[in-house]
């Protein structure tokens, strides 16, 4: 019946729908770049070295601006939102302009080693259409979803759903549980914590390491009485999901006969990642 995904637009705060898609047709592709103009013009600049973004297949949430969109490379060799701009700089809006802005994100943000995967693992943000400090609308990278995505491991499905945290490679060694919550003033804490894990939370873990939870990872908890964020039990690869405590004993006097127990199945883990039907 016809598909559209939520696209938020910072410039007005207003939630709007994207292109219309139906099942087996291709992604939506970028608006064309605006005609050149037909008076001579000198050689143009090099393209933003770019790639095709693939749909993640973990469903992980922070990366999902990812896709069907191009990506430019950032400090691999210096491409950033502001190259995929083929307009001026103009105090009016432009919605051609932030369509084809809007339609690139960056990988990697931070300085990446040879043979970078480009998954995010050093960092990756959207680009936004915005105003600048003098009223122009430009094409800048979006710091407030600058992620690491999720790159956790299938042995542990929750670490692959989740916003990860770089735990001892963060900056200050200051990015675990704890700081899920910095300056969050919203209604669901909870679900806000518990959108994170840590990887690595071991010390002394090399910086060209890229995740997976070799390094340990730890799902972060929200805990409701006194509303902090702290880390769970620590997790490695092919390891079992920790136990939930068990119940208390059963009282030793005797008891009736117990009623039938109701038919309950063990969910199995969907092979999509979908969070939303995780339980």
Same mark, same amino acid.
Not at 39 to 66: N, Q
Not at 133 to 153: E, F, V
Not at 252 to 271: E, I, Q
């Given at each position: 019946?016809? &598909?559209?995904? &939520?696209?938020? +637009?910072?410039?007005?705060?207003? %939630?709007?729908?994207?292109? $219309?898609?139906?099942? /087996?047709?291709? !992604? *939506?592709?970028?608006?064309?770049?605006?005609? =050149?103009?037909?008076?001579?013009?000198?050689?143009?600049?090099?393209? #933003?070295?770019?790639?095709?973004? *693939?749909?993640?297949?973990?469903? &992980?949430?922070?990366?999902?601006?990812?896709?069907?969109?191009?990506?430019?490379?950032?400090?691999?060799?210096?491409?950033?939102?502001?190259?995929?701009? !083929?307009?001026?700089?103009?105090? @009016?809006?432009? !919605? @051609?302009? $932030?369509?084809? %802005?809007?339609?690139?994100?960056? /990988?990697?943000?931070? *300085?990446? =080693?040879?043979?970078?995967?480009?998954?995010?693992?050093? !960092?990756?943000?959207?680009?936004?259409?915005?105003?600048?400090?003098?009223?122009?609308?430009?094409?800048?990278?979006? +710091?407030?979803?600058?992620?690491?995505?999720?790159?956790?491991? #299938?042995?542990?499905?929750?670490?692959?759903?989740?916003?990860?945290?770089?735990?001892?490679?963060?900056?200050?060694? +200051?990015?675990?549980?704890?700081?899920?919550?910095?300056?969050? /003033?919203?209604?669901?804490?909870?679900?806000?914590?518990?959108?994170?894990?840590?990887?690595?939370?071991?010390?002394?873990?090399?910086?060209?390491?890229?995740?997976?939870?070799?390094?340990? %990872?730890?799902?972060?908890?929200? +805990?409701?009485?006194?509303?902090? %964020?702290?880390?769970?039990?620590?997790?490695?690869?092919?390891? *079992? @999901?920790?136990?939930?405590?068990?119940?208390?004993?059963?009282? #030793?006097?005797?008891? =009736?006969?117990?009623?039938?127990? #109701?038919?309950?199945?063990?969910?199995?883990?969907?092979?999509?990642? &979908?969070?939303?039907?995780?339980?």
């Amino acid at each position: 019946g016809g &598909c559209s995904l &939520c696209i938020y +637009n910072t410039a007005d705060g207003t %939630c709007t729908a994207g292109p $219309k898609l139906y099942p /087996d047709t291709p !992604e *939506p592709s970028p608006l064309p770049s605006p005609s =050149p103009s037909p008076s001579p013009s000198p050689s143009p600049s090099p393209s #933003p070295t770019s790639t095709t973004a *693939p749909v993640a297949s973990h469903g &992980c949430p922070a990366t999902a601006f990812r896709d069907g969109k191009t990506h430019v490379t950032g400090t691999h060799d210096n491409m950033w939102c502001g190259g995929t701009a !083929e307009y001026p700089a103009s105090p @009016e809006f432009n !919605e @051609e302009h $932030k369509i084809q %802005c809007e339609s690139h994100y960056v /990988d990697p943000v931070l *300085p990446v =080693p040879s043979g970078y995967a480009f998954d995010c693992t050093g !960092e990756c943000a959207p680009c936004v259409y915005t105003t600048n400090d003098d009223g122009n609308y430009i094409c800048k990278i979006d +710091n407030a979803l600058k992620t690491t995505g999720c790159a956790g491991t #299938p042995s542990h499905p929750a670490t692959t759903t989740r916003t990860r945290l770089m735990g001892s490679l963060g900056a200050g060694g +200051n990015s675990y549980c704890w700081t899920a919550l910095d300056g969050y /003033d919203g209604d669901t804490p909870k679900d806000k914590c518990e959108s994170y894990f840590v990887d690595p939370v071991d010390p002394d873990i090399p910086d060209t390491y890229t995740g997976g939870c070799s390094g340990g %990872c730890s799902l972060c908890i929200y +805990n409701t009485a006194d509303g902090t %964020c702290t880390a769970g039990p620590k997790l490695y690869p092919d390891t *079992p @999901e920790p136990s939930p405590l068990p119940s208390p004993s059963p009282s #030793p006097s005797p008891s =009736p006969s117990p009623s039938p127990s #109701p038919t309950s199945t063990t969910a199995p883990v969907a092979s999509h990642g &979908c969070p939303a039907t995780a339980f």
